[in-house]
């Protein structure tokens, strides 16, 4: 993460009541910082309960059985979570054949813009990064449309958003907003849904479940 020179992210701090902990502003998002959160991280910090997923109306609520499946993998010994889920990324991620491709240009079909079918998917998310001033750091090589890199740029646009919103810029929020919707209608919508539902066809495992449902409401625009 932290790809962007521009990039401000808020780190997650999980409490020793197990509940996220972040500023007032950020509350309203928080789905989105956790689907933020780098997936191999699970093994450095305490786990997420699903209660702690604040900031949520009823519609958003977590599913029963993902909530289930969790609790009784967060019960187990943080070294047996840890080795579990590094084998579950590796097969999942990089193995071959590649179960769950991680890059737009794998995904996205329906909403393609002009650029995208013109030059590719991988270019029509760079110009999008371009349009901001934003490139990558130094010796960072991940693709433009690979799922961390539009993560990264989707929090740093919410959090100029945020700014905004916090700071009574209702007009500069607004524009933030629909910048946001329109690249989750046009790039990480298909990208993060069809993740998801990949992670869910081939995993059994409960934080890459809660990580797949984490997707799908960044992509629906709930969180």
């Not at 750091?137 to 100029?160: H, I, K, Q």
Request: charged share 20%; proline share 6%; net charge positive.
């Amino acid at each position: 993460m932290a790809k962007w020179k521009k990039f401000l992210l808020l780190p997650l701090r999980l409490s020793a009541q197990w509940q996220v902990a972040v500023p007032r502003r950020w509350q309203r998002s928080t789905p989105f910082w956790l689907a933020c959160s780098p997936i191999p991280s699970v093994v450095k910090l305490r786990i997420i309960p699903p209660s702690s997923c604040c900031g949520l109306g009823p519609r958003e609520s977590l599913p029963v059985d993902v909530a289930m499946r969790f609790e009784a993998w967060a019960a187990k010994s943080p070294t047996v979570r840890g080795s579990d889920l590094r084998a579950e990324f590796t097969r999942l991620f990089y193995g071959y054949p590649r179960l769950v491709p991680l890059t737009g240009s794998r995904w996205v079909t329906q909403g393609r813009t002009e650029f995208s079918l013109a030059h590719g998917e991988r270019a029509a998310v760079g110009l999008e990064y371009r349009k901001l001033g934003l490139k990558n750091r130094p010796g960072n090589g991940d693709p433009f449309d690979a799922l961390v890199s539009e993560l990264d740029f989707l929090s740093y646009v919410t959090s100029l958003e945020a700014r905004a919103f916090e700071g009574g810029d209702a007009g500069s929020a607004r524009e933030w907003e629909l910048l946001r919707l329109d690249f989750c209608a046009h790039h990480f919508g298909e990208l993060a849904s069809g993740v998801a539902q990949a992670i869910t066809q081939h995993s059994d495992n409960a934080f890459l479940a809660l990580y797949a449902w984490l997707l799908d409401l960044v992509a629906d625009g709930v969180a």
